[in-house]
């Protein structure tokens, strides 16, 4: 019992089967969970990453394993792509892409409010190593072509982004970077494949932090890459053989066994999230909210255009917000003020303006205007889980009231 065709299935089946055939040793219906850190072969193999291929069986779990390998076949037929590679780590599978594929003298565009491990890497650990880096507003198409040059190798979108929910146009981006040589790699992590598949609107690479809503329980770590064979293969060998950010075999079979409900939790997470946005663009304490699937969203028609699902991440402002984050510390009953996303459990936290523009974000002139007129003082970024919807509107009049 084997999926015969991957093209044919829904999204719900291919979340559950793809990748997953049964174990042919064992006839187990659930995948193995296989911790070995090294295989017994019955041929001489090569010591040397560079001889690592399709072909070569598993010799060490830093180079391949096989829950592993489950995991990336399943994430790759779900981003409609040939490969992919885990990581540790979101940040590994961003930092392996960009230390991999680009080289001194090269030139990065990345949004000037990425997430801001990316941000902070690629501005201070790039630049280090010779690369220029041109933080800019990467929804601003117009923006995007004035920034290339005849060295950018990448151009680095994030969408929906962090804190503001800001789509980038990934199919425009894509024949602004066609014919110049130049990367398109997506962080896809607020969307999930089960929103936007960046693949089929003309992205080289997509990025994705599995310890968010593809996990979806907030207790693995895990990164990935998917695109083209011809793109993954030397980043195998290089960036996970040699950087070594390999991810648990532990982690990965944890993280298989959350994508199984990934589809059904992405349409709770984006009504959930539509519930609450709609209670706090109402509540007279708030003055703004950025959902992309309210139609006050300022690119709403770019976000339906591009996303089969609005995700379940929203971020609303207040004035004073210090005071509602002191009492939310306190007072939240079912929410936990806390970092990170794309639990089933409903997390929210100030992402203050301050701290940021001053630490992860490059702006000035017009762009820290821009950003200051849409964030204030600080930004509520909610992450919004799948508890019953009233129960999360109870918990946040409570400390709003
Ligand atoms: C969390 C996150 C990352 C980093 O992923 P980790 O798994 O925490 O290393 C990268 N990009 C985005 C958009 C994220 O939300």
Known sequence: MALKSTA??????????????????????????????TFVVDEEISFSAHNLDAETPFVYTRWDNPTTQQLEHKLAILEQTEACI???????ASAAVMLAHLSQGDHLIISNTNYPGTAEFARETLTRLGIEVSPIDTTDLQAIAGAMRDNTRML????PSNPLLRIADIRAASDIARGQNCLLVVDSTFASPIATRPMSLGADLVVHSLTKYIGGHGDAMGGAVCGRKALLGPLRGEALVHYGGVISPFNAWLIMRGMATLPLRMRCHQQNALELAR????HDKIERVFYPGLESHPQHDLARAQMDNFSGMLSFR???????????????EVIHYAVSLGHHRSLIYLMQTEDLISSSYRLDGDELDKYRDSAGDGLFRFSVGLEDSADLIRDLEQVLA
């Open 279 to 282: 209670f706090l663009q109402d």
């Open 86 to 92: 885990a990581f540790a780590s979101g940040m590994a």
């Open 8 to 37: 044919d299935k829904g999204i719900q089946t291919l979340s559950i089967h793809a990748g997953e055939d049964p174990d042919p040793a064992t006839g187990a219906s659930a995948p193995s969970l296989v911790m070995s850190s």
């Open 318 to 332: 207040c004035r004073d917000p210090k005071a509602l984050a002191q009492r939310m510390m306190q007072h939240l």
């Open 156 to 159: 680095w979108l994030e969408t």
